[in-house]
Nanobody, 112 residues
Framework: QVQLVESGGGLVQAGGSLRLSCLASGRSINTYAMRWFRQAPGKEREFVAGISWNGASTSYADSVKGRFTISRDNAKNTVYLQINSLKPEDTAVYYC?????WGQGTQVTVSS
């Protein structure tokens, strides 16, 4: 079983940056692909970014390409999401996913 804890969210102005972290415990995640999702109020949860087990391959939703960067440190059992040039439409709860495990999410709020 894997426990995932996201952190790093907050309130920022448009154009700002945040670095989200997802710390895994319970077992090593170094053989698993990891993903970030987000859910805005009144909307369905959507895929944001994914990374392969060794970090060699990444993928992004079109809406965040060029602004978001996913990375991982397997030695720390942690996955990161660097989010730059934030827009008000990026406001959402951001979730980390591993296999069928989810964290509790971290809130990102972008003011215009």
């Amino acid at each position: 079983q894997v426990q995932l804890v996201e952190s790093g969210g907050g309130l920022v102005q448009a154009g700002g940056s945040l670095r989200l972290s997802c710390l895994a415990s319970g077992r090593s995640i170094n053989t698993y692909a990891m993903r970030w999702f987000r859910q805005a109020p009144g909307k369905e949860r959507e895929f944001v970014a994914g990374i392969s087990w060794n970090g060699a391959s990444t993928s992004y939703a079109d809406s965040v390409k060029g602004r978001f960067t996913i990375s991982r440190d397997n030695a720390k059992n942690t996955v990161y999401l660097q989010i730059n040039s934030l827009k008000p439409e990026d406001t959402a709860v951001y979730y980390c996913q591993c296999q069928n495990y989810w964290g509790q999410g971290t809130q990102v709020t972008v003011s215009s």
